[in-house]
Nanobody, 118 residues
Framework: VQLQASGGGLVQPGGSLRLSCASSGLTLDDVAIGWSRQAPGKEREGVLC????????YYGASGKGRFTVSRDNAKSTVYLQMNSLNPEDTAVYYC????????????WGQGTQVTVSS
């Protein structure tokens, strides 16, 4: 099983980015996909998780109202749409998979850097 996050980059405050999490060796219909991030000097924190049925669980307040998540099982890809970005969103973003959003993470993908700066 491999997960690869992509789509990061440099964006100005107030801007948007869409990250992708592409999976291989995994039947996306059967699992939940989570997104986490790690800012410089801070611990990794969960952002949200989308279940195999499409139910979304947000962790903390960081993404609520600004981040949305969707999945395209046919493409084995999950998308994280991030709007109204601010410098506090600067971090490496990782995706992971687990059987359910409340389950232990099975594996992590490589991250993608998001930098919000003017």
């Amino acid at each position: 099983v491999q997960l690869q996050a992509s789509g990061g980059g440099l964006v100005q405050p107030g801007g948007s980015l869409r990250l992708s999490c592409a999976s291989s060796g995994l039947t996306l219909d059967d699992v939940a996909i989570g997104w986490s991030r790690q800012a410089p000097g801070k611990e990794r924190e969960g952002v949200l998780c989308i279940s195999n049925t499409g139910r979304v669980t947000y962790y903390g307040a960081s993404g609520k109202g600004r981040f949305t998540v969707s999945r395209d099982n046919a493409k084995s890809t999950v998308y994280l749409q991030m709007n109204s970005l601010n410098p506090e969103d600067t971090a490496v973003y990782y995706c992971n998979w687990r059987w359910h959003c409340h389950s232990t993470v099975q594996s992590w993908g490589q991250g993608t850097q998001v930098t919000v700066s003017s």
